[in-house]
């Protein structure tokens, strides 16, 4: 058989010719791999991140001078090469700029080395994941800076969102920081009153 992918795994079936038009039944599947025919590319990583661009960069797996790089919002490419995110074509050097992204949000990233861009033929796919950063505080900004809390998710193990990300000491986790509603407006929680959410809010400003 030829015109296969390299790298990847096929089934196929079996069924004897008697002659005549006379034919046994199909027994299967069989699987098979095919062998690589150019090495994955390796180091694939962020050199950058703003808040709008990302500079992405790898090493390739061999003389490869031809890579297909797709990205997405993150969760969107569940199979990459099939059109599910932004493809692009990348050729000579290792390195490639995404931009025009939004501010606070992640971002997938795959990136494969092109082996024969005539039959085609692809290295397996390598990928990250990258946050863009937050945008900053505008002059223009009221002061004092407040934050409610009241557009976070609720009963969420919280590690980042709209800007705030929660940090940790000791033996402390993230599945400690939930958003907890009520439908009568009181703390679901022991512990966690007036006077500790107002040292939280303190925190955050500091580091934000």
Known sequence: ??????DTSYDFYIRIDCGMGDYSLWVGPYTAQTLISCFPISDLQADFVGSD???ISWNPGQMETEWELEWALAGTITTPGTGQGTTVNVTTNPMHQLTSLTDDTAYDIYVRAVCDPTQPDYSSWQNISIATQCLPLAATTVVPYTEDF???TA???FERENC???TFNGSNNF????????????TPTGGTGQMQQIQVQIICILKH
Do not use: K, P
């Open 150 to 152: 009241e557009t976070f």
């Open 1 to 6: 058989m030829t015109g296969l992918a390299s």
């Open 155 to 157: 009963n969420l193990d």
């Open 175 to 186: 599945s400690e920081y939930d958003w907890n509603v009520t439908t009568n407006g009181t």
């Open 53 to 55: 661009l990302a500079d």
């Open 164 to 166: 705030w990300s929660a």
